[in-house]
């Protein structure tokens, strides 16, 4: 149900089910290793390519997802995912594999919760009983894509980011077992100018605030009503500079409530500048390390709002400025 | 796009942090003159062993500079030494082989026709170009110059 000018509100809260999330060596080192259901031990992922290494990593995220669940492909209704590469190839390629009915999404590094938010849109209008989303990406696909070939020297500054090597899938369904998606809302496009792809998550930092500002005023909530809102991947600075928005426009949010999933993939001692990004990160720790702690009742509300920079080498090259998106899930213990 | 800077960029600006340019000038000054001095060291030990004389001795030595640089970018050390040297490890003949050794071995899942021959030069290719296209200038200048005097 629409409530207020872009929030969904669920009256039958989808419940996700189980998850599957898998990663590469990098990530097995991380700070947040224990969540992780598979690892691989190179980039290759016994592939010939990293984009197909990258399909791999969505076709095995989907099966431990599926399996954990005990449900058959043939029984899921639809498949909603998306990831970084050119006319988003790997995750093409995966649904070749899966044979489920399949939507192709894109908001880079926001996919993850635009898959979450219209799979609940589905489930709980009873347009589907299954849906398996989520979203992935590899880091040296994205790098070669987006900035230079891996094994180039260039010196990257303090606000970069580490594009994570991972998948994270969810399976949502009607009833049983687990956190339940409660509200969504589908973010705009904000555009400050910004133009340094070095420095996302400053370009990011004002599409995070206004989803969240809107998902407030939508659903008639304050931050007291979270026990934790994560950002997707505004990273070290980012994240500081949305805490700042927030503060300037009156509605100061309390620090420690308010986190960022690239802040938590890897440990400090991981040269990756600012912290992770990449559609995979919002995706890995949501439905790895997050879903946990609510199944433990660590939370019973929070908020995921995945953020991701609409930009691509060539409008970077052409001098364009970084159109950026957020989009928000509400997931939460209902007894 | 409007080239001045609008309010939340000049805002940003004040959150991120500065880039250390004098930190990252030094290193690159240190880094870059210990390849220089190790490229000397190598033309020395050539010309003192083997045949060579000063002017001959600049292309052996250029090509084993690059011949170490493709072993490091392949074994996947130069990114990380070049994260630290910045300018030190580019500006050298080390960072235009690295450049190019680097984008072979990225493109060569795309073949090695259209993947590494195609892109080999990505990068390097501007370096070429503007390289020789000076090059010609400045010898114009010389030409004239001397034609007159």
Redesign the interface.
């Known amino acids: 149900m629409l409530q207020g000018k872009a929030t969904w509100t669920f009256k039958n809260p989808p419940v996700i089910v189980s998850t599957g999330t898998v990663g590469g060596p990098f990530e097995e080192q991380g700070n947040i290793a224990d969540d992780f259901d598979l690892f691989f031990s190179d980039q290759w992922m016994e592939e010939?390519?990293?984009?197909q290494a990258h399909s791999h990593l969505i076709e095995e995220a989907s099966t431990i997802a599926l399996k954990k669940a005990n449900v058959s492909k043939d029984k899921v209704n639809f498949f909603l995912h998306g990831d970084l590469i050119n006319q988003i190839t790997p995750t093409n390629f995966a649904a070749r594999e899966l044979k489920i009915p399949y939507l192709g999404l894109f908001s880079a590094c926001a996919t993850s919760m635009e898959g979450l938010a219209i799979s609940s849109l589905f489930v709980s209008e009873g347009n589907a009983d299954y849906a398996l989303t989520g979203a992935a990406s590899h880091n040296s696909a994205a790098e070669?894509q987006f900035r230079?070939?891996?094994?180039?020297?260039?010196?990257?500054?303090?606000?970069s980011q580490w594009t994570v090597t991972g998948a994270g899938m969810a399976l949502v369904a009607k009833d049983g077992e687990g956190p339940r998606v409660t509200s969504a809302t589908i973010g705009k496009v904000i555009d400050?100018?910004?133009?340094d792809p070095f420095?996302m998550g400053?370009a990011m930092?004002?599409a995070a605030f206004d989803t969240i500002t809107q998902h407030f005023n939508d659903r008639n909530v304050d931050e007291t009503y979270y026990d934790l809102i994560i950002t997707g991947d505004l990273a070290k600075?980012g994240r500081?500079?949305c805490l700042?928005l927030f503060s300037k426009n009156q509605r100061p949010i309390d620090e420690s409530k308010f986190k960022d999933c690239g802040l938590m993939v890897y440990k400090d001692d991981q040269?990756v500048f600012a912290g992770a990004s990449g559609p995979a990160c919002s995706a890995i720790v949501t439905y790895g390390h997050l879903l946990k702690k609510l199944m433990k009742n660590e939370y019973q509300r929070i908020l995921v709002v995945a953020t991701g920079a609409l930009l691509s080498p060539l409008t970077v090259q052409q001098?364009?400025?970084i159109p950026c998106i957020a989009h928000a899930v509400s997931i939460e213990n209902l007894s | 796009m409007a080239k001045e800077k609008t309010n939340y960029q000049k805002y940003e600006q004040k959150l991120e942090p500065k880039r250390p340019v004098l930190k990252n000038c030094i290193k690159a000054f240190i880094i870059g003159g210990l390849i220089c001095v190790f490229g000397q060291l190598i033309s020395t030990i050539y010309m003192y062993f083997f045949d060579f004389t000063e002017q001959t001795v600049g292309n052996p030595t250029v090509a084993t500079l690059i011949f170490i640089t493709m072993l490091l970018t392949g074994f996947g050390v130069y990114d990380k030494i070049a994260q630290f040297a910045g300018a030190g490890t580019a500006v050298p003949v080390t960072g235009f082989g690295n450049a190019v050794i680097s984008a072979a071995i990225e493109h060569r899942t795309e073949g090695f026709v259209q993947g590494v021959g195609g892109n080999m030069f990505k990068l390097a290719g501007s370096v070429i170009l503007f390289g020789v296209f000076s090059a010609f200038i400045i010898a114009l200048i010389k030409t004239i110059f001397s034609y007159w005097s």
């Not at chain 1, 010939?48 to 984009?51: I, L, Q, V």
């Not at chain 1, 230079?148 to 606000?159: A, I, L, N, V």
């Not at chain 1, 400050?192 to 133009?195: A, L, R, V």
Request: glycine share 10%; proline share 9%; aromatic share 12%.
């Open positions: 010939k390519s990293f984009e070669r230079y070939p891996t094994e180039y020297g260039s010196q990257k500054p303090d606000t400050e100018g910004m133009t420095n400053g930092a004002p600075y500081l500079i700042d040269s001098k364009q400025s």
